[in-house]
Every structure is written in structure tokens, then in C-alpha cells.
């Protein structure tokens, strides 16, 4: 399982945002310091010890808003036996690609390729199988897809009268979905600034353009579940019990 040597690959953790979804928590704290799970740890401390055990050891916080609360927790990474460099938001450099991409032009990144992991997403994801698809298939970045999608709302089906015919609350729905975790080159990172500027976002504006411009983009299904932690409501409804093998890390 831990066979792949990562000492070529860093993760990259988008943890700069303001979390307005969040709020009042995030009035105080940043979004991926609220606590989770039975002893109350921050967020992004669960996401760096599950990426941590599958060997990557060099990280990169992606930070902005209420940064320092980040930096002073976890410091240089070392009482975590990694290695930890943050990459400061600024107005050129803004949105998820832009931060990204700042970080690859300062230096900060030097890796041809990283993993990229949202601060607000919970997946207990094999990591190694991941990237290993990435290898093997050439990729230029590929994607970890959830393989079905459970829509957060009630589903109808209304006839041409308006008669609701069906309800279903909150369907699973068979269409591939993605997680906010992805493993990418970073030349493509860099060659899209003459395409999008310094101002982008990975998922909206990136990848769509990259599929455009002819790059290999590939999925790695996710058969597991995984959770959005990127609101107060999403929060309050996490299945603590679910979330035991991730929390355990």
C-alpha cells in the first residue's frame, strides 16, 4: 500500500479562503481550524496526517485570511514529521489557481507534479492508487471523481399539468462528481497563465481549460465516501461515527 516513493511530490492544501459559509465560527477562526471529531482537532491537522501516511512529507499551505491561526499551529510541520512552506494570497495572485499558481512562480512548489487537496474536504481516499493512475497514464492531471453524487435537496418529477408525480428527498444520483482532490503537473499550471492570467479557480476555470486545449485529463473513481465541510449546515450534519477511519489517521 505505501509502496511509491513520494519524495518527488508535495501536497498542496488550498487553506486561504474566507469561509463565509461558515460564519460566525469563521468571524473568529479560519475555516479548516474547526475542530472535528471526538477530540476536537483542527480540520487540516486530519487532512496532513492522512496525506502524511502514505509518505508525502513535503507540504505546502496555500493561506490568506486568519493565516497566522494556521502558522503558529503548525509551525515548520515538524512536530508532525513533515515539512511545511505557506505561500501568502495576494491581489495579483488570487482564487485557488491563482494561489497555485504563485506558489509555483515564487519557488515555493518545485515539483513537476503535486496533489492538490481542497482544506475543506474529508476523504478517506488511497492515495497511492491515485497517484499511481496519474503515473501510469501519462496525465497531465487527473481527477478523483466520487463515482455517484446524493443531491442535498428533495427531487420531483412534475407532468405538464404541475402534478408532482414523485418525491424522492435527497436522491443519489449516477453521475461522476468531483471532490476538490486532484493530482497535477505543474508546467500546465504555468503554461495556462497565458491563457487565464493570475486570477483563476482550479475547477471552474483550469481544468475546463486545459480539457480545451487538448491536455490528458483523466479521473480516478472514488468509490468511498467523503464529505464537503464547506459550510455551518454541512458541518453540523457530519456522520461522526462514518468518519472514524479518516479521524484515526
Known amino acids: 500500500m505505501f509502496g ?29 481550524m474547526v475542530p472535528i471529531g471526538p477530540e476536537e482537532k483542527p480540520l487540516l491537522e486530519h487532512i496532513v496526517k492522512w496525506i502524511s501516511r502514505y509518505g508525502i512529507k513535503n507540504f505546502v499551505f496555500l493561506v490568506g485570511y486568519k493565516w497566522r491561526q494556521i502558522s503558529n499551529y503548525f509551525g515548520d510541520g515538524s512536530r508532525f514529521n513533515i515539512k511545511i512552506n505557506y505561500s501568502l494570497d495576494d491581489d495579483r495572485f488570487n482564487n485557488t489557481g491563482g494561489a497555485l499558481l504563485k506558489a509555483i512562480v515564487s519557488g515555493i512548489i518545485k515539483d513537476q507534479s503535486i ?14 492508487t491515485l497517484i499511481d493512475k496519474h503515473v501510469k497514464s501519462n496525465a497531465h492531471a487527473t481527477l478523483a471523481l466520487a463515482s455517484k453524487y446524493q443531491v442535498p435537496v428533495g427531487v420531483a418529477n412534475v407532468d405538464d399539468q404541475d402534478n408532482i408525480i414523485n418525491l424522492k428527498e435527497k436522491p443519489w444520483m449516477n453521475v461522476k462528481a468531483t471532490i476538490g482532490i486532484l493530482v497535477i503537473n505543474t508546467k500546465v499550471i504555468l503554461d495556462s497563465e497565458r491563457t487565464l492570467g493570475t486570477s483563476f479557480d482550479i475547477m471552474e476555470d483550469l481544468i475546463p481549460s486545459l480539457i480545451e486545449r487538448g491536455y490528458r485529463i483523466k479521473a480516478y ?20 461515527k462514518e468518519l472514524r477511519k479518516f479521524l484515526s489517521s
Open 4 to 32: 511509491l516513493d513520494k519524495n518527488g511530490i508535495s501536497a498542496v492544501i488550498l487553506a486561504g479562503g474566507e469561509g463565509r459559509r461558515f460564519r460566525p465560527y469563521t468571524d473568529l477562526i479560519p475555516k479548516p
Open 221 to 240: 473513481i472514488y468509490e468511498g465516501p467523503w464529505y464537503d465541510v464547506g459550510s455551518l449546515e454541512r458541518y453540523q450534519k457530519l456522520p461522526e
Open 115 to 128: 496533489l492538490v487537496w481542497y482544506g475543506d474536504i474529508i476523504a478517506p481516499i488511497d492515495i497511492d
